[in-house]
């Protein structure tokens, strides 16, 4: 799980930099499960992480994540991270979370799930102020 890791965050790296989602579906396995936040953002396989992190990366203009921390066991990790940019709009944000990957156990193998969880408030400011 910890080749797994890595990959899975230098592909969330080059998605921040070149907007460019393919490393991350060439990461998800045929029946992986993504989540963000609850479930009314909820994807499956790699189709549907194209979509998902199309639609996660067309929220912000530039974008840079660092990671802060990591617990990573046999077939579950957990990263902590926090992210920092502009939004489309043009204003200034950071924002914290965590997301969840969990995969087949081999560091070779495939993401067969994903669940991230964040500080929505970011983006709740950003919408109420464009109301």
Do not use: C
């Amino acid at each position: 799980m910890h080749t797994l890791t890595e990959r899975f965050t230098a592909a969330l790296h080059h998605l921040d930099a070149e907007s460019d989602p393919q490393p991350m579906v060439d990461l998800t396995g045929e029946s992986a499960t993504l989540v963000k936040l609850n479930s009314d953002h909820e994807a499956q396989g790699p189709d549907g992480a194209r979509r998902f992190w199309e639609d996660y990366r067309d929220v912000f203009g530039e974008l840079e994540t660092t990671f802060t921390s990591s617990t990573v066991g046999e077939k579950t990790a957990a990263l902590e991270w926090e992210s920092r940019g502009t939004l489309r709009s043009g204003r200034p944000f950071t924002y914290r979370g965590v997301t969840v990957i969990e995969g087949d156990g081999s560091d070779d193998g495939l993401l067969t799930g994903v669940r991230t969880y964040y500080d929505s408030a970011a983006f709740l400011q950003e919408t109420a102020g464009t109301a």
